[in-house]
């Protein structure tokens, strides 16, 4: 594949307050990109790769004259796009918001050569049943850095989602509250329990990210006191309180 690889790697991550509408808006910006994917001149990036060819860490040799690895963002290969592509296959991929219910080939085609007329087609959909995916390799390859990182992690980190959704959304809320009151087999769900439950899923979504980098970097961007975090997540509780209860 002919892709310039700039085009999906983020150069430098803005140093911003978290306590800014900013902030919240670039996090959540790139949270929907590590979960739907980015399209790019028609090529599709899977949303597991640009997690990892962005934010997670692997210690590697910088340079063909390295003698020690050191701690930084992985290679965007065509290796790293191939087993990508694998695993969203394997997750049942079928199509994308702009062409739906597509043929294996006709997913490989758009997956290796871009979208006709190099258009966005939108978030991927997952229509078609999952299936095994076995990757073979020489050994060196990055093939356990990727499993550990792209797979693994990311399925973690973002709960396994296959479509980005606000905590705000209503439908979101549905589900969530839904599959929580079924999981503790409480029928009683309060308002304020509910309050709690979303407030607590917001503050986790909007911060994750932030907190990842942080992490991955092995040093904290911007010092924000514990006394602070509660304070957003208490406001957070109260605005959420209010609004379930009016409903």
């Not at 085009?7 to 929907?32: M, Q, S, V």
């Not at 065509?78 to 597509?102: C, F, K, V, Y």
């Amino acid at each position: 594949m002919l892709i310039n690889r700039d085009n999906f790697i983020i150069k430098d991550i803005p140093k911003l307050h978290p306590l800014t509408a900013e902030y919240i808006d670039f996090w959540r910006g790139e949270r929907k990109k590590c979960i739907e994917g980015v399209w790019n001149s028609g090529f599709y990036m899977p949303g597991n790769l640009y997690f990892y060819v962005n934010y997670w860490h692997i210690l590697l040799n910088k340079n063909i004259n390295s003698k020690t690895k050191t701690l930084d963002r992985p290679w965007l290969r065509d290796i790293e796009w191939e087993m990508a592509q694998g695993w969203i296959r394997a997750r049942g991929l079928s199509g994308w918001e702009g062409m739906q219910n597509l043929s294996d080939l006709q997913v490989i085609d758009i997956l290796e050569n871009g979208s006709p007329n190099h258009l966005s087609l939108g978030k991927p959909l997952y229509n078609n049943e999952a299936r095994d995916l076995m990757i073979m390799g020489s050994r060196g390859s990055g093939k356990s850095f990727y499993v550990a990182g792209a797979i693994v992690a990311h399925e973690w980190l973002f709960d396994g989602q296959k479509e980005y959704k606000l905590p705000t959304d209503e439908d979101f809320q549905k589900t969530f509250l839904q599959a929580y009151i079924e999981e503790s087999n409480d029928k009683s769900v309060t308002p304020r329990l509910k309050a709690y439950i979303l407030s607590n899923y917001l503050f986790d979504v909007t911060w994750s990210l932030g907190r990842l980098y942080k992490l991955s970097q092995g040093k904290s961007l911007i010092k924000v006191s514990e006394e602070k975090y509660q304070e957003m997540y208490e406001k957070r509780l109260m605005n959420l309180k209010t609004y379930i209860e009016s409903q």
